[in-house]
């Protein structure tokens, strides 16, 4: 098994290999077009959408608590409880040259949280 993953790890290597010499990567031309769109309406700003600041409102601080009921939200321990069930088991068994099969239940014990 190990010497399976070592060579389609050595294969799929090579292969990246050679894909990477096969297909070069190609200088990019980096540059703005010079062409006219909605981004030069954007840029032009409007004085009415300025804010001066002269009217004396300073911004004020919201304090959030981010920790308001931590402890409780992750800290809290679901404890473990078992209870008993009835499971259908079924076996198969060959009589007479035919398959037969027969099923019974089977009373387990199954785990869960609270």
């Given at each position: 098994m190990?010497?399976?993953?070592?060579?389609?790890?050595?294969?799929g290597?090579?292969?990246?290999?050679v894909?990477?010499t096969?297909?070069?990567?190609v200088?990019?031309i980096?540059?703005v077009?010079?062409?006219r769109g909605?981004l030069?309406?954007l840029d032009?700003?409007?004085?009415d959408?300025?804010?001066?600041?002269d009217n004396g409102?300073a911004?004020e601080v919201?304090?959030?608590?981010h920790?308001?009921?931590?402890?409780?939200?992750?800290?809290h321990?679901r404890?473990?409880?078992?209870?008993r069930?009835?499971?259908?088991?079924?076996?198969?068994y060959?009589?007479?040259g035919?398959?037969?099969?027969r099923?019974?239940?089977r009373?387990?014990?199954v785990?869960?949280?609270?």
């Amino acid at each position: 098994m190990d010497r399976r993953i070592f060579l389609t790890g050595i294969l799929g290597l090579s292969g990246a290999a050679v894909a990477a010499t096969i297909v070069r990567p190609v200088n990019a031309i980096a540059g703005v077009p010079n062409t006219r769109g909605i981004l030069d309406k954007l840029d032009a700003s409007t004085p009415d959408a300025v804010d001066d600041g002269d009217n004396g409102d300073a911004p004020e601080v919201e304090l959030v608590d981010h920790h308001r009921g931590h402890w409780r939200r992750h800290h809290h321990r679901r404890r473990r409880h078992r209870r008993r069930v009835w499971r259908r088991t079924c076996r198969r068994y060959r009589h007479h040259g035919r398959w037969h099969r027969r099923c019974y239940r089977r009373l387990v014990w199954v785990w869960y949280y609270l």
